[in-house]
């Protein structure tokens, strides 16, 4: 019977060296969700993207639209030098 007893520990000890000797983590079951960014862009004056409606950038536009980020850098908008 102690014969065994040896055994199932030695056992168990191998185990637990085997697999780092820590407990498995579990991650956690919450998501987050990304906040989505919206910036300006003006169509009709060049290719930049401005965080602010009022950027100096922005000045001498007639039409300005706001779209996210991704879609801006999508197509091709850059960021405004000004910012």
């Known amino acids: 019977m102690k014969n065994i007893k040896e055994n199932i520990t030695i056992i168990a000890l191998s185990f637990t060296l085997f697999m780092g000797g820590t407990v498995p983590v579990v991650p956690n ?5 990304a906040k989505t960014t919206y910036v300006w862009i003006a169509p009709k004056h ?3 993207y401005h965080y602010s409606k009022h950027c100096n950038g922005l000045k001498r536009a007639s039409y300005k639209k706001h779209v996210t980020l991704r879609w801006a850098k999508k197509h091709g908008y850059t960021k405004c030098h000004f910012e």
């Open 29 to 33: 079951a919450t998501v987050a969700h």
């Open 46 to 48: 060049g290719m930049k």
